[in-house]
């Protein structure tokens, strides 16, 4: 089935520790997203990937780096956690970056807890 | 700066009619969304509106006008599983997409 998949689905990890979010498509789109999801907030971008070896900050980028070596993947690392990265991670892609619908399509997200 | 208003709740009888308002205050303009999110899931594409006038796909339409910075989501013939969370999102000058906080929509028999 085509889409995203994201892993894992939830975690918890202790404060200090490094941890990386996957996210891998099989659409071959282009852009890659890495969106985080609070109570009450709207989704924010940490950081974007518009074309397999370019990745570019989001709104809210510090404490996370990416990497996009390749089409399908777009992993998203915690250097060292912190209790505010508690949240629910998205991981999106679409097929473009400019004119059309450019729709996004979502992974199932990863809910991540740091203590 | 830029922002996204929606309201937090609404609630609605199954069967009805029910409309979901977003107004936007953004950097340039280059589209507005609408994603559907049931509670614990990923947000699904719903209508996409760029220029002003209402978008009709089934039970649900979109509006929108540009010189008001307003859309609205319009649900009919509501069903128990329209109950979900309902984001609007704004494409701006560079193409980066702004979101509201979405509304939670509670739908009763």
């Known amino acids: 089935i085509a889409g995203i998949t994201q892993a894992p689905t939830s975690q918890i990890l202790a404060a200090g520790r490094r941890m990386t979010l996957r996210c891998t498509q099989d659409?071959?789109?282009?852009?890659m997203y890495w969106y985080r999801q609070d109570l009450g907030l709207g989704l924010r971008l940490i950081h974007y990937s518009n074309t397999a070896g370019t990745t570019g900050k989001g709104e809210v980028p510090d404490g996370y780096s990416v990497s996009r070596a390749n089409t399908d993947d777009f992993p998203l690392t915690l250097a060292s956690a912190v209790p505010s990265q508690t949240s629910v991670y998205f991981c999106?892609?679409?097929?473009?970056?400019?004119?059309?619908?450019?729709?996004?399509?979502f992974g199932a997200g990863s809910r991540l807890t740091v203590l | 700066g830029q922002n996204i208003d929606q309201p937090t709740e609404m609630t609605a009888t199954e069967g009805a009619i029910v409309q979901i308002n977003c107004t936007y205050q953004?950097?340039?303009?280059?589209?507005l969304f609408w994603y559907q999110q049931h509670a614990g899931e990923a947000p699904t594409f719903l209508s996409y509106n760029v220029l002003d006038g209402l978008e009709e796909k089934g039970r649900f339409s979109s509006f929108l006008s540009r010189s008001k910075g307003y859309s609205y989501l319009l649900l009919k013939e509501l069903q128990m599983k329209d109950s979900a969370s309902y984001l609007c999102a704004v494409r701006d000058s560079n193409y980066q997409l702004i979101w509201g906080a979405g509304t939670k929509l509670i739908i009763k028999p």
């Open positions: 953004t950097s340039g303009f280059n589209g």
């Open positions: 659409m071959r789109h282009n852009a």
């Open positions: 999106a892609s679409s097929g473009g970056t400019s004119s059309g619908a450019n729709v996004l399509t």
